[in-house]
């Protein structure tokens, strides 16, 4: 079974930067990779997304400031966040499509201050 190592989160100031690392412990079928958060009192939502093939997708809430990159020989998916807000604060989730089964990261905290 394939397990997903997320690292990275912390508290940052407002306007700052952090990033995401998600690790998966073998590279065998995986397809899609993504990060999904969940803010306080909300459900959980998309940040971005990246296909195997290199296609991306953000959350209109994070386009221009975060980038989501992929290194598919270290089986790594990151997750580079700038210009952090306050409404940025959440638990992080890795998502990946592993032989077509979602599976999950056990998320990682990322707290802005203001």
């Known amino acids: 079974q394939v397990q997903l190592v997320e690292s990275g989160g912390g508290l940052v100031q407002a306007g700052g930067s952090l990033r995401l690392s998600c690790a998966a412990s073998?590279?065998?079928?995986?397809?899609?990779m993504g990060w999904y958060r969940q803010r306080p009192g909300k459900q959980r939502e998309l940040v971005a997304y990246?296909?195997?093939?290199?296609?991306?997708n953000y959350a209109d809430s994070v386009k221009g400031r975060f980038t989501i990159s992929r290194d598919n020989a270290k089986n790594t998916v990151y997750l580079q966040m700038n210009s952090l807000k306050p409404e940025d604060t959440a638990v992080y989730y890795c998502n990946a499509f592993v032989s077509g089964v979602s599976t999950w990261g056990q998320g990682t905290q990322v707290t802005v201050s203001s």
């Open positions: 990246a296909t195997s093939g290199d296609s991306t």
């Open positions: 073998r590279s065998f079928s995986i397809g899609m």
